[in-house]
């Protein structure tokens, strides 16, 4: 009974460096999200995804990327990662709603460290 | 303004006591609201969605006021294990697809 699966668990990286955060679901959810989570700040919306090859930015899009190309994994792509991107990530999925009414179901992050 | 606000905490109360929390949020049109738990360095998980009639799950129980925008949880008889962050929830301003997350109220609960 997996949920929802984020891959790393911890990653170091230096600034300038690449990367790519992904997230599986197996729960068949149409909606899926990533979030960022710093000290004092709550969770904020990074990116997220209403369905299979849509994608839309969310409250801190700047310097990450994301593809949606199946619908089970949403990935999240920092291009060249910088020391303001160290953080806790969490990827989120729903099933679809309208009013939002559907709460969302975490994955148990990644943590990312950029030197 | 933020969108949904909580007071940090922490908490700090005796096993057996009850504790209540409270959320204001801006959204006046907002229709979903949730409570999530958030144990140290783990994900944040759904504790209970609140209705507009109140609801209560065991120990818990959630309130809603529309007329002054906040919601309230209430826990009686805590517990060591009721120790963590409280996140208040609610769907985005600007799009139904969203929830916005408070920052969360710490409670600690000592021996």
């Known amino acids: 009974n997996a949920g929802v699966t984020q891959t790393p668990k911890f990653r170091v990286l230096k600034t300038g460096q690449s990367m790519t955060l992904l997230c599986a679901q197996d729960?068949?959810?149409?909606?899926m999200y990533w979030y960022r989570q710093d000290p004092g700040m709550g969770l904020r919306l990074i990116h997220y995804?209403?369905?299979?090859?849509?994608?839309a930015k969310g409250e801190v899009p700047d310097g990450y990327n994301v593809s949606r190309l199946k619908k089970q994994n949403f990935l999240l792509g920092l291009e060249s990662a910088a020391p303001s991107q160290t953080s806790v990530y969490f990827c989120?999925?729903?099933?679809?709603?309208?009013?939002?009414?559907?709460?969302?179901?975490f994955g148990d992050g990644t943590r990312l460290s950029i030197l | 303004r933020k969108e949904v606000e909580q007071d940090p905490g922490p908490f700090n109360v005796p096993e057996g006591a009850t504790v209540a929390f409270n959320c204001t949020y801006s959204?006046?049109?907002?229709?979903?609201f949730f409570w999530y738990r958030q144990d140290c360095r783990k994900e944040p998980k759904l504790l209970m969605s609140v209705y507009s009639s109140g609801n209560e799950d065991g120990r818990f129980t959630a309130q809603l006021n529309r007329a002054s925008q906040y919601i309230s949880l209430l826990i009686r008889d805590s517990k060591l294990s009721d120790s963590a962050t409280y996140l208040c929830v609610v769907n985005g301003m600007d799009s139904s697809y969203k929830l916005i997350f408070g920052s969360g109220t710490r409670l600690l609960v000592r021996p």
């Open positions: 959204n006046s049109a907002s229709q979903s």
């Open positions: 995804s209403v369905g299979e090859g849509t994608t």
């Open positions: 989120a999925s729903s099933y679809p709603f309208l009013d939002g009414s559907q709460p969302q179901h």
């Open positions: 729960m068949n959810h149409e909606y």
